[in-house]
């Protein structure tokens, strides 16, 4: 059974930085599977952050993030990584972890989540 667990959220003034962790279990890095992070904010619905291919690296960003979030994986950890750098208030959200083994960044395409962390960024 695939388990994705998030952590590394929090309340950081705009211009800040925050690394999120999504800590995998139930299948390896080693395999191709995609893992993502999307974010929900109130009132809005899911969107994808970023995704990264375990198998080869290749990266996916959208462009609300491009140049200020960057995603990677430590494939011993079975552990992928957002380090999110000038956050603005737009980006507080409820962020998630996924995969699947898909190559995909759309979030209905994703069978596996985890339970979420909130990010907070304050003006």
């Known amino acids: 059974e695939v388990q994705l667990v998030e952590s590394g959220g929090g309340l950081v003034q705009a211009g800040g930085s925050l690394r999120l962790s999504c800590a995998a279990s139930?299948?390896?890095?080693?395999?191709?599977?995609?893992i993502g992070w999307f974010r929900q904010a109130p009132g809005k619905e899911r969107e994808g952050v970023s995704c990264?291919?375990?198998?080869?690296?290749?990266?996916y960003y959208a462009d609300s993030v491009k140049g200020r979030f960057t995603i990677s994986s430590d494939n011993a950890k079975n552990t992928v990584y957002l380090q999110m750098n000038s956050l603005k208030p737009a980006d507080t959200a409820v962020y998630y972890c996924?995969?699947?083994?898909?190559?995909?960044?759309?979030?209905?395409?994703?069978?596996?989540w985890g339970q979420g962390t909130q990010v907070t960024v304050s003006s």
């Open positions: 990264i291919s375990s198998s080869d690296g290749f990266t």
């Open positions: 996924a995969a699947d083994r898909a190559w995909t960044c759309v979030s209905d395409f994703f069978g596996s």
């Open positions: 139930g299948f390896t890095f080693f395999d191709d599977y995609t």
